[in-house]
DNA sequence: TTTAAAATCAGTAACGATTACTATTTTATT
DNA sequence: AATAAAATAGTAATCGTTACTGATTTTAAA
């Protein structure tokens, strides 16, 4: 990602154009108005790179699909198994807890996932995105 | 899941042998020394039969694989993205902030994914899984 | 400006995890 | 044993994503 390109652009203005948790396959219908012949790969590619360079962040529901959020401020994202809504959540004291009482939202499995580094990978410099 | 079958019992006992986080094709390589000839969607479907029984968890860590957890109690799983090791983690007070400490293990970026079912939704008694 | 190297592109083929399909076998019930 | 429902093996298809290739665009320097 060391040059500029009009279709990045164009993705990543779509991306912050939206509160949603888009997909890839949403972001290149919805590109695709403003670069009609894009190309999907493009689409891929730009994403992976913004991802990279930690201007979108990736949000795994579970769903199969990769979501993107120009929001990489720290929240959680509460995500409904039944109509696959992704819900923006701040963190209070006991992020658990205060899910029911401040969203009425509930946790079906109390399961969560949280990326990084290991103690034994931490030291390890070469430690790509 | 009406019927007792040879195959998904071997799937379990599989499963329940390891306290690793198996995906499917773990699972089916491991299997298939107990049954040879057992099919890949066999497989596929009764791990989805136990997951919505609830005797398997369902874990998504990015990776573009399905991982499976015979332990269904209240637990984190710190995925590691340099190694893939994946780290079972017991909640204390602040989860977040006892994660360094505790297994000194760095969030990369601080935003976590909750499953469960939106104050919308919970009220429709008819959601599967 | 012209130019050349590097980066990016469009288009398409390939990939890998998962799901769907079908004819056959197994299970539970009579 | 006879029957119907459920589960199977094997294979084909699906779908999100990645890889490839030759053409185009961008950058930086002459």
Same mark, same amino acid.
């Given at each position: 990602m060391k040059?500029? *390109?009009r279709q990045r @652009?164009? #993705?990543l203005s779509v991306i912050s154009s939206t509160d949603t948790h888009p997909t890839a396959d949403? #972001? &290149?219908t919805e590109v695709r108005k403003l670069i009609p012949n894009i190309s999907l790969g493009t689409v891929y590619r730009n994403l992976a790179d913004l991802r990279q360079s930690g201007?979108? =962040?990736s949000v795994d529901v579970g769903d199969g699909k990769e979501h993107f959020d120009y929001d990489t401020s720290p929240h959680l994202h509460l995500s409904c198994k039944a109509c696959g809504k992704i819900i923006d959540a701040r963190l209070k004291s006991?992020? #658990?807890a *205060? =899910? *029911?009482e401040d969203y009425g939202f !509930?946790? @079906?499995i109390p !399961? &969560? !996932?949280v990326r990084g580094y290991c103690a034994a990978c931490k030291s390890n410099s070469l430690n790509p995105q």
């Open positions: 040059n500029y *390109s @652009e164009a #993705i949403w #972001i &290149y201007m979108v =962040l006991d992020p #658990i *205060s =899910l *029911s !509930v946790p @079906e !399961v &969560y !996932v």
